[in-house]
């Protein structure tokens, strides 16, 4: 029925889904998360991804398009999945991240990332922690714009609609790196360091399967990827 709706976080780690429910609370979430309604492919979709992962599939597996399913609708549930969970990783963190600490949206001294969209035209240099937070904004809009990221079947995608989504996927990604390079500490002190290495790992094998990141992106966490990962 119509209104009844699921939460879409973390079920690419769900066999850890008791530590994260007491890690990663739902109050600390950075931004709202995104839900598709029960009956719709996107629903679907998700719960098979989901029941794929719980199964014991590897990740490199689980990421997989199923036979018989559309490119774009499986890309769409991920895109909205790895939001809400890059969204509650932020969220645990966020008060560490503040002008004082980082302020420049950073992966390490080699890598700063500026902020531009439709209305900041010109790349500009700003703390992460409003980087982030337009960030979120700015995907939230899109995944929110049914012309982009249709609920209904049906209705079709867009033309560009994978460009986007790799716009969007780069983008979060450099949060994972800010993350990982700037507080991976407080995630340790917590004890989400395995969890969110599963988290990464999800993504990575997600973006490099279908290629929506630039390898050249991957550069500031390349050792901890390879170790993460088991990449050569």
Request: glycine share 4%; with cysteine; proline share 5%.
């Amino acid at each position: 029925p119509s209104g009844v709706l699921i939460h879409l976080f973390f079920w690419g780690c769900e066999r850890n889904s008791d530590m994260a429910t007491g890690i990663f609370s739902k109050q600390r979430t950075f931004r709202p998360k995104k839900k598709w309604d029960r009956g719709t492919l996107k629903y679907d979709l998700h719960k098979k991804a989901k029941a794929s992962l719980n199964a014991g599939l590897d990740l490199k597996n689980a990421v997989s398009l199923p036979d018989d399913e559309e490119i774009n609708d499986w890309v769409a549930v991920h895109v909205v999945d790895f939001f809400n969970r890059i969204n509650l990783i932020y969220g645990t963190v966020c008060e560490f991240c503040t002008e004082a600490t980082c302020p420049v949206m950073s992966g390490g001294p080699k890598f700063e990332y500026y902020w531009a969209d439709e209305v900041q035209k010109k790349p500009m240099k700003l703390p992460a922690t409003d980087y982030i937070s337009k960030l979120m904004d700015w995907i939230e809009r899109q995944i929110n714009d049914d012309s982009i990221f249709p609920s209904q079947v049906g209705v079709p995608f867009p033309r560009n609609f994978l460009q986007v989504c790799k716009k969007i996927l780069t983008r979060l990604y450099r949060v994972f790196v800010h993350v990982y390079i700037h507080h991976f500490d407080k995630l340790i002190s917590i004890g989400a360091e395995a969890h969110i290495n599963t988290c990464y790992k999800h993504f990575y094998f997600f973006v490099i399967e279908f290629k929506l990141v630039d390898p050249k992106e991957f550069e500031p966490l390349k050792e901890m990827t390879a170790r993460v990962c088991r990449c050569s």
